[in-house]
């Protein structure tokens, strides 16, 4: 009676090649946003599924805090810690984000780099024509000259709520979230905050995927040539 040699390591292998493509594509992106404001880096860990051997890929929001640097711009802001701005997206859905290089739009409102309206508690915050002293509280009231126009609404997010990013510096937001408390609240006017990837840290990810990449091609070819052993040599009757 024969022996039957049936390698199955070549699914496991392709398995891990996806994983390792899903890893590339997320440090690329960490790479390409060093310079973003406010941007969160998405870190990756595997788990294996059911069979315990397939591995697969999941990703999570890395929340720390990136640089923040002084600008004295009035219209700049920063979150040391946690917590979101609120903007209003396409389609009037909000959206989350950490960005705060503000500026005004033709129509006075406050908006974001991408001219998405920046949301107080009330609604959009627009600025009455000519105001030009602009000031903005530790807990988020937006003054201008020395009437105030609303309050910055400021959200925060368990940690154990996953976020979705959506590109452009925006998180999708979550069904659950609430309103920062004001004794929560860190609002610093006039000061940005950086991304909170490192182009070293990114490179250094990048360089690990590329090799362990490698590895399993190298395997993948490695399992191929023994299974042509397999059905060529081994199968011949003696």
Not at 43 to 49: I, P, Q
Not at 114 to 125: A, K, T
Not at 131 to 155: C, H, K, N, P, Y
């Amino acid at each position: 009676m024969g022996i039957s040699i049936t390698p199955n390591g070549l699914d496991t292998a392709a398995a891990a090649l996806r994983y390792w493509e899903r890893r590339q594509e997320i440090s690329s992106n960490n790479l390409a946003n060093v310079e973003t404001s406010g941007f969160r880096a998405e870190r990756a860990f595997s788990h294996l599924l059911a069979d315990g051997v397939t591995p697969e890929i999941g990703t999570m929001t890395d929340r720390r805090t990136g640089a923040i640097t002084r600008t004295d711009n009035p219209l700049d802001v920063a979150l040391p810690g946690d917590g979101f701005f609120v903007v209003r997206g396409a389609n009037d859905e909000e959206k989350l984000t950490r960005a705060g290089a503000w500026r005004l739009d033709a129509e006075r409102r406050i908006v974001d780099p991408s001219g998405r309206p920046v949301l107080g508690e009330g609604g959009e915050l627009t600025l009455p024509p000519g105001a030009s002293a602009i000031e903005i509280s530790r807990t988020g009231e937006v003054m201008a000259d020395g009437q105030q126009v609303g309050r910055l609404r400021i959200e925060q997010i368990a940690t154990t709520t996953p976020l979705q990013h959506e590109g452009d510096g925006v998180f999708t937001m979550p069904d659950e979230h609430e309103a920062m408390p004001d004794e929560q609240r860190v609002v610093q006017q006039g000061a940005i905050e950086g991304s909170n990837v490192t182009s070293v840290t990114a490179l250094v990810d990048m360089i690990a995927v590329q090799r362990a990449y490698a590895a399993v091609q190298k395997t993948m070819t490695t399992i191929d040539q023994v299974r042509g052993i397999a059905a060529t040599d081994l199968a011949k009757p003696v």
